[in-house]
DNA sequence: AAAATAAATGAACATTCATTCTTTTATATT
DNA sequence: AATATAAAAGAATGAATGTTCATTTATTTT
């Protein structure tokens, strides 16, 4: 093969991007139901309508399926949690959108959500955090940074300001997910609730 | 069979208790190790130096295991939570006690710890969270019912409460058991940051 | 010592697994 | 229309899976 061969070489026949979408919502719905163990190439081949040779052009083999469609759903997710938002405003405000992002996202995608809560909490997501870690860092220190400059938020190390930031959002919204309800009755969402849980947190975290 | 044989069967060979517990580690070890997907009976029985047929003696079926696991290990970490526990308790040494008694299990137990975070997102919980739901949602309730009369917390629904409560403390410990940090350095766990976790949160709890 | 019985075993089962081989199909350039 | 080429398919691979069967082993009561 000349270079000429190889630069002007025809490319012939393109990917079917709709079977390659197909498969990979087939793969999510099925991880989501059947979990990592349950799940396999060939139930997601016959499910998808596909000859799992197939799914061997699109991955180089299972794990790197559900690696990939871990990377792609987080990059989702941190896409979607950063709509509308910029570095220069305030702390409140900027929380309030995220969080508000963040649930309309989970409340929208459960099955991602249910997909990236699973993975999150496997041996796989060493592998999907390795790839998307920094770029969301960077964002996320500058943010908390400029906002203790500023006055608004305790200066805290990093992870515990994080704890308390986000990680009662995140359980309230598997409460509304997952019907895991510990009171009496099953646990209703509502921006209201949101909102009162927002609050706290606030509370919390200002100087 | 009559009665009598019946009641008064003789009781021969009594289960290998040793074994059984060997057993037991192993597959926790094995399904940090390896994720749900990735363990497998026959791995199990080779590691744990024992056939396979005996891991049907002591579970029904591979599901049987892996849920009554959960359920066990979901048995420990509540008791050791509410060690030293008393409902005339004040909320804030209640909470306090509690938030200690949760991270020196985990931090002590991180392969169980683990293998509980697993499970919990993954569609075995349901059946694991069946099962010892009930006790513990009636002792966590009625702490909170009291701190409220008492003046101590802020009325909450229940979730809200409860999200804000301990999901930072997980959340904190996740960080340190992962490595799994977002800022510059990793994050190294200390009863200092602990504390000074817990004191924000009670401030956003206090009426 | 014999009988009784459950624990424990090793080998075996059909089934499913991840993956690959060979062939066919569809498309874009020549 | 012929050619080139990657996508896609279907069938097949050996290895691994969950589970069971027939048998042996260990222990206690008779």
New interface residues.
């Given amino acids: 093969m000349n270079i000429h061969s190889f630069i002007f070489a025809a490319q012939m026949r393109i990917r079917d991007e709709h079977k390659e979408i197909i498969v990979k919502e087939t793969a999510l719905d099925m991880l989501?139901?059947?979990?990592?163990?349950?799940?396999s190439m060939q139930k997601l081949a016959k499910k998808a309508g596909v000859s799992p040779a197939t799914l061997y052009i699109y991955y180089k083999d299972k794990e790197d399926l559900i690696v990939q469609l871990g990377i792609e759903e987080g990059q989702k997710m941190t896409r979607s949690t950063m709509e509308g938002f910029s570095p220069e405003m305030s702390f409140e405000d900027g929380l309030r959108l995220q969080w508000k992002n963040r649930a309309n996202y989970w409340l929208q995608n459960s099955v991602s959500s249910k997909f990236y809560?699973?993975i999150?909490?496997?041996?796989?997501?060493e592998k999907v955090?390795a790839v998307y870690?920094d770029e969301?860092?960077v964002k996320?220190?500058a943010f908390a940074k400029k906002a203790v400059l500023n006055g608004e938020l305790?200066r805290?190390?990093?992870?515990?300001y994080?704890?308390?930031a986000?990680?009662?959002?995140?359980?309230?919204i598997n409460?509304q997910m997952?019907g895991?309800?510990?009171?009496?009755l099953p646990?209703t969402w509502s921006e209201e609730?949101m909102n009162?849980?927002l609050e706290?947190?606030l509370?919390?975290?200002k100087p």
Avoid: C, R
Wanted: charged fraction near 15%; hydrophobic fraction near 45%.
């Fill in positions: 989501v139901e059947l979990g990592f163990d349950g799940f809560e699973q999150k909490h496997s041996p796989y997501y955090m870690k969301f860092k996320m220190t305790k805290l190390p990093f992870e515990v994080w704890s308390l986000f990680a009662p959002l995140y359980n309230l409460f997952q895991q309800s510990i009171g009496g646990f609730i009162q849980t706290l947190v509370k919390a975290l």
